[in-house]
């Protein structure tokens, strides 16, 4: 899993019904000290986070299996809201 | 596996259920010189490592499913499966 810092939000009307009444949000990966770590995904939302968010993500295929009556067409699903994050300062880890 | 070294923690009270009462660490890639490389990594830790650990982690749902005892396949792949003690190791890139 990784973490990410949501950055806006994607309405599609026009999509796979499997991903009927989800959110999917811009997620941008980031590291321990909030940098950016590769490019923005659209992640589908599963934990009720909001614009702004740090949160953390799960890939590939464990990234269907949110729900345990069925799978989503998704390879990046945010399965967690951080609350806290403890790390070093930047540059002593 | 990779190697990585444990650089931080988090808190999650509203998470998918299989993260329940799973310890959360944040770990970065190390070479076996234990040079850190980008990538943060969020796993759960079952083998109680701490900040400054070298540990081993595997980045797989079936592997994280035989681990956690999970009967079905869960969002949840990466998982520290254990502490490292020592590397003996040429130093790679000749």
């Known amino acids: 899993m990784k973490l990410g810092r949501i950055t806006g939000k994607v309405w599609a009307t026009a999509k796979d019904p499997k991903l009927n009444s989800l959110t999917l949000y811009v997620m941008q990966p980031v590291d321990e000290h909030d940098k950016l770590l590769g490019t923005e995904l659209i992640a589908v939302d599963t934990v009720g986070s909001r614009e702004g968010d740090l ?27 951080v609350d806290r994050l403890d790390t070093q300062p930047d540059g002593t880890a | ?28 890639p190390v070479t076996p010189e234990g040079d850190l490389k980008s ?36 969002p949840l792949r990466s998982v520290i ?11 790679s890139g000749g």
């Open chain 1, 55 to 81: 949160v953390y993500w799960v890939g590939g295929a464990e990234a269907t299996f949110p729900f345990h009556d069925r799978q989503i067409p998704s390879d990046a699903t945010i399965v967690g809201l």
């Open chain 2, 1 to 28: 596996m990779i190697l990585c070294k444990v650089v931080g923690s988090i808190v999650a009270t509203i998470k998918h259920d299989s993260y329940d009462n799973q310890k959360i660490l944040l770990v970065r």
């Open chain 2, 39 to 74: 990538g943060t990594i969020v796993a759960v830790d079952t083998v109680g490592a701490g900040e400054g650990n070298i540990v081993l982690v595997a980045s797989e749902g079936r592997a994280a499913m035989e681990i956690l005892g999970f009967s079905a396949r869960q």
């Open chain 2, 81 to 91: 499966v254990g502490i490292v003690d020592c590397i003996d190791c040429e130093r």
